[in-house]
């Protein structure tokens, strides 16, 4: 394969994975690792969940969440190099990780014109830059064009271990069902995606194994960052 100088080019590093796989701290260390930018996709559906609790929406109503999307305004704030969502101009990161949005995050990510109006803001976001995104659907449906794409996993008493060592109680498996049965963009691993376990790895091993893959792929990029 022809190596190619990504500077001014779309790059796009697709990571998927359940609930407390270690995605986002892996995502955020390759992004610092390659000098690309970071963005959580899972922080815009938290934000567009947190926005229907605030205006009393029904969570479980797929034609009121709709509607509620639609007459609301999404964007992608930097704070330095944080990309973070703002719905209708406020900030909402104080409350991504209530218990109260954990728990509705699911449904209300599952309503299609959610899905429709994140992906778009998240492909306009990326366009002509270097980016790591981390989600659900990144691969599989956000930009299943990218060669470079990731399926973090762990088994699921792993990975429910670690949301109780943060001091959650929630549970994750109800969310990761949702996820994954969905009819739009469920969560799946993308053809084409190398699958890995981070029940063994920390995450400077899972870094080393994504960087080894993409470089085998033929991604240049600045190696003397660390
Ligand atoms: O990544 P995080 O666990 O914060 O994501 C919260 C929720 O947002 C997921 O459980 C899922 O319902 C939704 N999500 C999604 N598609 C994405 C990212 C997150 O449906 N690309």
């Given at each position: 394969m022809n190596k190619a100088d990504t500077s001014s080019f779309t790059v796009v590093i697709a990571i998927d994975g359940p609930a407390a796989s270690g995605k986002s701290t892996v995502a955020r260390a390759l992004a610092a690792r390659l000098g690309y930018r970071f963005l959580n996709s899972g922080d815009l559906y938290r934000a567009i969940t947190w926005n229907c609790l605030s205006q009393d929406?029904?969570?479980?109503?797929v034609g009121a969440v709709a509607s509620a999307v639609g007459n609301s305004h999404v964007e992608i704030g930097c704070d330095g190099t944080d990309y973070y969502p703002v719905v209708d101009g406020a900030d909402p990161r104080a409350h991504l990780r209530e218990q109260v949005v954990n728990a509705n995050v699911s449904p209300v990510s599952a309503v299609p014109a959610v899905r429709y109006i994140l992906s778009a803001a998240i492909r306009v976001h990326a366009q002509g830059r270097q980016t790591v995104v981390e989600g659900?659907?990144?691969?599989?449906?956000?930009?299943?064009?990218?060669p470079y794409k990731f399926y973090i996993d762990a088994p699921a008493q792993v990975r429910q271990r670690r949301r109780r060592d943060q001091g959650q109680t929630e549970e994750i498996a109800k969310r990761d069902f949702i996820d994954s049965t969905r009819?739009?963009?469920?969560?799946t691993i993308a053809p084409g995606a190398t699958v890995i376990d981070t029940?063994?790895?920390d995450v400077e091993g899972v870094v080393a194994a994504m960087v080894e893959k993409i470089c085998a792929q033929g991604l240049v990029f600045d190696r003397t960052r660390r």
């Open positions: 929406v029904d969570c479980r109503n659900r659907d990144i691969g599989s449906a956000v930009f299943p064009e990218t009819s739009t963009d469920p969560l029940s063994t790895l």
